[in-house]
Nanobody
Framework: QVYLAESGGGLVQAGGSPRLACVAS????????MCWYRQAPGKQRDLVAD???????KYVDSVKGRFTISRDDAKNTIYLQMNSLKPEDTADYYC?????????????????WGQGTQVTVSS
């Protein structure tokens, strides 16, 4: 089993700069792409940013220049530094990762989601 656990959410004033973290744990053989998604109330879950195993990064246009995704493979952790927050950034933020597990000679790749962390931006 593998797990993702997010932290760092909460109530933040507009313009604030919280940092979210997501830690992977369990039977981890390797981690490929890691992502942050968000889901605002009444809306679908959308990709915010992702970072590949080799460090290639992509952002959705609405967060470019304000959010920074990074990863620490030694700690099986990704971060999302959020700056200049706006009320429209209010959402539940989810971590997602492609995680390889090994069972004997067999390696499996799992698509794993965390439980989410809520970020509420007050104006």
């Amino acid at each position: 089993q593998v797990y993702l656990a997010e932290s760092g959410g909460g109530l933040v004033q507009a313009g604030g700069s919280p940092r979210l973290a997501c830690v992977a744990s369990g039977n981890i053989f390797g981690i490929n792409t890691m992502c942050w998604y968000r889901q605002a109330p009444g809306k679908q879950r959308d990709l915010v940013a992702d970072i590949s195993r080799t460090g290639t990064i992509k952002y959705v246009d609405s967060v470019k220049g304000r959010f920074t995704i990074s990863r620490d493979d030694a700690k099986n952790t990704i971060y999302l530094q959020m700056n200049s927050l706006k009320p429209e950034d209010t959402a539940d933020y989810y971590c997602n990762a492609e995680i390889k597990t090994r069972n004997g000679d067999q390696v499996h790749e799992l698509d794993v989601w965390g439980q989410g962390t809520q970020v509420t931006v007050s104006s």
